[in-house]
């Protein structure tokens, strides 16, 4: 459960004890930055996401005290892989849609404190290093700057296992990049490169690898001696280009309901891309990424050889299929 | 309120994070394991396979009397259970065959300690704490089956070059099957009267358990 301690300062912020969260308070800018260290695979797990709800209730009970938010992985080459998969496949496979719907609002939660965070005083900034993937990218679209280092990749692969990203990105990268960049995105599940979602307007700014952190710095000192009026300014975007919060839970509910009509080739889809990310995390040069990559074009060459799906049974050895 | 079962997947959820996120199991996952790890960790389970029924039907024993039946759902629920899972320990047994362990040596096997924990504390908690701890049994080496079971399997084949399921059968065919059987226990377990008792085993018998299993990969 979360706890407020109201008024407690800079002081009580940093003082408790995260297991997932590295917390750095520059008080020359008023800007605490939240390092996720979520191992060996980053991802979105619920204890996590209490950590980083309790963060942000501390900063809403503070009202003043932090001016800039910022977010970044203490995971090398990996900034999220999104949703807890080994939890999606448990409570899929146990059909208990109560417990994916809470999941996804837990989610909505955290985005929706990004997307209102102009009106508590605080401008947020998300620098990606690495893999950013489904949940991963969604969690970072509402931040107002997004800073994504050259060799970061990222996408929504989610449809590639009859899913789709639940949590924010339709909503959000429509209103960054417009309709069709998020049909394009949403519905092909590839991966981007940090240049194609620049040029594609999802994110802010491209720097060079390991430039990130003076990129955060430039970003916060930019932006310092105009805080006020910048906030007011995204104020009025949100009146511009509203976000609903009941259309974000609304769509959490689709989401559910998708995961529950999950097959056990898409699950086994699902385990393919954990193992993919344990690979990783075990210290191999392939992950995630290159797992979809490799999905990508074996659905791909698997629809123009027959014109249909490939493989109707899992596992099935190919060389007997007629 | 929440479902219980929710509740006991929220609440439980780091225990299983902590077996999934262990660099033993990460590893296995991810590259299999080698022979001789495989056959011990095979060796080990034949044990906590053997005790699954008995533990069963030690708790669904003391689960109500004809005088006072709620948890008759439970219990016979249990009574399925241990129908379906009947002889299989000798799946464990065939798997062992199938990579080198003859079944005399299988038999002869020591188990380890934390096999004899988990197998005794099981036992004892059916037996002593509260027939609802099997339940909590059931959801972690499910969980454990059926989401980790798969990955593990398609490993394993790879490493030590396994045809199709000789070597693998017991822990392939159960990340299958228990697919099915976590849509049951969910309901079940969505039966657990609203009894703080009963409800606060069940959720300790799986941490216990988690635990308990994460020690037994480890030490293999």
Redesign the interface.
């Known amino acids: 459960m979360t706890s407020i301690t109201p008024g407690v300062g800079v002081a009580g912020l940093l003082a408790r004890p995260y297991k997932t969260l590295r917390l750095e308070w520059t008080s020359e800018l008023s800007q605490l930055r939240v390092r996720t260290g979520v191992?060996?695979?980053p991802c979105y797990?619920?204890?996590a996401m209490a950590e980083l709800q309790q963060v942000l209730a501390d900063i809403s009970a503070n009202p003043g005290l932090v001016r800039h938010f910022v977010l970044s992985s203490d995971v090398p080459r990996v900034f999220s892989f999104g949703g807890d998969l080994?939890?999606f496949?448990?409570?899929a496979?146990?059909?208990?849609i109560?417990?994916l719907q809470?999941y996804g609002r837990r989610c909505v939660d955290l985005v929706w404190w990004m997307e209102n965070a102009a009106s508590l005083g605080v401008h947020t900034t998300v620098l990606c290093q690495g893999d950013t993937l489904g949940g991963g990218l969604e969690s970072v679209l509402p931040f107002h700057r997004i800073i994504f280092e050259r060799g970061a990749q990222a996408g929504f692969p989610e449809v590639l296992f009859n899913l789709f990203p639940g949590m924010g990105a339709w909503d959000f990268t429509i209103r960054r990049a417009g309709f069709v960049v998020a049909n394009e995105m949403i519905l092909s599940g590839r991966l981007y490169t940090a240049e194609e979602l620049h040029y594609r307007r999802v994110i802010d700014a491209v720097v060079d690898d390991g430039a990130g952190d003076a990129a955060i710095d430039a970003t916060v000192r930019e932006i310092e001696p105009r805080h006020r009026g910048t906030l007011a300014a995204l104020r009025a975007r949100r009146v511009a280009a509203p976000v609903q919060q009941a259309s974000l839970l609304s769509i959490v509910d689709h989401w559910a309901e998708s995961a529950m009509g999950l097959t056990?080739r898409d699950?086994?889809l699902m385990?393919?891309l954990?193992?993919a990310q344990?690979?990783k995390?075990?210290g191999?040069d392939e992950g995630a990424v290159e797992e979809i990559k490799r999905l990508e074009l074996e659905l791909a060459w698997g629809d123009r050889r027959t014109g249909v799906e490939r493989r109707s049974g899992w596992g099935a050895d190919r060389r007997t299929q007629t | 309120m929440l479902p219980f079962f929710a509740e006991l997947v929220s609440t439980t959820d780091e225990d299983r994070r902590a077996f999934e996120t262990h660099p033993v199991i990460v590893d296995a996952v991810a590259q299999g394991l080698p022979l001789e790890r495989y056959r011990a960790l095979l060796l080990e389970l034949y044990h906590v396979v053997w005790y699954f029924n008995p533990v069963c039907a030690v708790a669904a024993s003391r689960m109500g009397s004809t005088a006072q039946d709620a948890l008759q759902p439970l219990r016979h629920f249990l009574y399925e259970h241990m129908q379906e899972e009947s002889g299989h320990e000798d799946w464990v047994m065939n798997d062992l065959a199938a990579i080198g362990v003859t079944p005399e040596a299988t038999r002869a096997h020591a188990p380890t300690p934390h096999t004899l924990a988990l197998v005794g504390y099981n036992h004892w908690a059916a037996a002593f704490r509260h027939p609802c701890s099997v339940l909590g049994m059931l959801y972690a080496l499910e969980v454990i089956a059926s989401v980790y079971g798969g990955p593990f399997a398609s490993a394993i084949r790879e490493r030590l070059l396994l045809d199709g399921d000789a070597g693998v059968s017991f822990i392939a065919s159960h990340a299958t099957m228990d697919a099915q059987h976590m849509a049951d226990l969910r309901k079940i377990l969505n039966r657990v009267p609203q009894d703080e008792a009963a409800r606060a085993a069940v959720i300790e018998s799986a941490r216990v358990n988690f635990h308990h299993f994460t020690r037994i990969v480890e030490a293999v």
Not at chain 1, 93 to 96: F, K, Q, S, V
């Open positions: 191992r060996p695979i797990t619920l204890s080994a939890l496949v448990l409570l496979r146990a059909g208990d109560e417990s809470l056990n699950l086994r385990e393919r954990a193992r344990a690979r995390a075990g191999a």
